[in-house]
């Protein structure tokens, strides 16, 4: 499940003189899911227009319909290069049983979580990006019962305008694609 952050009424930062980042983040959502398409994996967008979706209601989308993995987008924090999350919960040591903590759903996969996150940043750097791996608190990524990681792309990763930049967008999605089907092989094909 690919999940371009914001949306609707929630315009998300602002990218740039006419960007936002509710657009941004779909345009590559949108990329992100041909390039797992091309590799054989089956993607679906949590969003394909611009509506407004709660972070409960994302978490519940990706839970009802039992997601191999839920990739959040971001964009436009301050800085250089992307930043990749998984939640910062401790792992789950034990079964709670068919009804799990919503807060704390993520225990059982966050391993997993994590582990896609140790593949994923190798195939980004080999593009040329600069990777920071960090866990967070983020929500809805400590909601989802699967593993769920966020991928934010920082404002200044390139020389232009993030509006102007369809080749990063590519090269992004490239990337995270790649990431994702060498973790999926690595885990017997379970993402």
């Given at each position: 499940m690919i999940d371009p952050a914001h949306g609707g009424d929630d315009k998300g930062a602002t990218l740039g003189a006419k960007?936002?980042?509710?657009?941004?983040?779909?345009?590559?959502?949108?990329?992100?899911?041909?390039?797992?398409?091309?590799?054989?994996?089956?993607?679906?967008l949590l969003r394909d227009t611009d509506v407004s979706l709660s972070l409960e209601r994302r978490a519940e989308?990706?839970?009802?319909?039992?997601?191999?993995?839920?990739?959040?987008?971001?964009?436009?924090?301050?800085?250089t290069g992307i930043r990749l999350y998984a939640s910062?919960?401790?792992?789950?040591?034990?079964?709670?049983?068919?009804?799990?903590?919503?807060?704390?759903?993520?225990?059982?996969?966050?391993?997993?979580?994590r582990a896609l996150l140790r593949s994923m940043a190798p195939a980004l750097?080999?593009?040329?990006?600069?990777v920071a791996v960090l866990p967070s608190p983020l929500r809805p990524l400590n909601n989802v019962t699967g593993p769920a990681i966020a991928a934010e792309v920082a404002t200044a990763?390139?020389?232009?305008?993030?509006?102007?930049?369809?080749?990063?967008?590519?090269a992004l999605a490239s990337a995270i694609a790649e990431?994702?089907?060498?973790?999926?092989?690595?885990?017997?094909?379970?993402?």
């Open positions: 960007l936002l980042e509710k657009d941004f983040t779909l345009a590559l959502a949108r990329e992100l899911k041909k390039e797992l398409q091309a590799r054989g994996i089956p993607a679906h989308i990706t839970n009802e319909t039992h997601a191999g993995l839920y990739v959040v987008l971001h964009a436009g924090a301050p800085g910062a919960l401790t792992p789950a040591t034990a079964s709670v049983g068919r009804f799990l903590p919503w807060e704390s759903a993520q225990a059982a996969s966050v391993e997993r979580s750097r080999k593009k040329g990006f600069s990763t390139g020389a232009q305008p993030l509006q102007h930049r369809a080749k990063l967008r590519e990431g994702i089907a060498q973790a999926r092989g690595q885990q017997g094909g379970r993402l």
